[in-house]
């Protein structure tokens, strides 16, 4: 069972920034991919970026050249930094991971609310 917690979400005027933290309980090279998701009011949960163990990102169209995700072994931790961000990035974020390549467990944190004003 992996425990995720999530930290840094808040209220930001457009324009700004914020960095999202999502602490894992056990080293975050032992899973195969993190990610960020969020889910605005009354749309589906999308995903967001992500980092594979070997180093590997991706990211949504909506947020290249915008958002970064990191991570830090040393601290078991994945980071998401959003710069430029616009109202429209208004969602509660999730961290996510997945553990295993044919049987797969998923684990999901609590989500931490980002508030983007106009």
């Known amino acids: 069972q992996v425990q995720l917690v999530e930290s840094g979400g808040g209220l930001v005027q457009a324009g700004g920034s914020l960095r999202l933290s999502c602490a894992a309980s056990?080293?975050?090279?032992?899973?195969?991919?993190m990610g960020w998701y969020r889910q605005a009011p009354g749309k589906q949960r999308e995903l967001v970026a992500a980092?594979?163990?070997?180093?590997?990102?991706n990211y949504a169209d909506s947020v290249k050249g915008r958002f970064t995700i990191s991570r830090d072994g040393t601290k078991n931790t994945v980071y998401l930094q959003m710069n430029s961000l616009k109202p429209e990035d208004t969602a509660v974020y999730y961290c996510?991971?997945?553990?295993?390549?044919?049987?797969?467990?998923?684990?999901w944190g609590q989500g931490t609310q980002v508030t983007v004003s106009s």
């Open positions: 980092i594979t163990s070997g180093g590997s990102t």
């Open positions: 056990e080293s975050i090279f032992s899973i195969n991919f």
């Open positions: 996510n991971a997945k553990r295993g390549l044919v049987s797969v467990d998923i684990y």
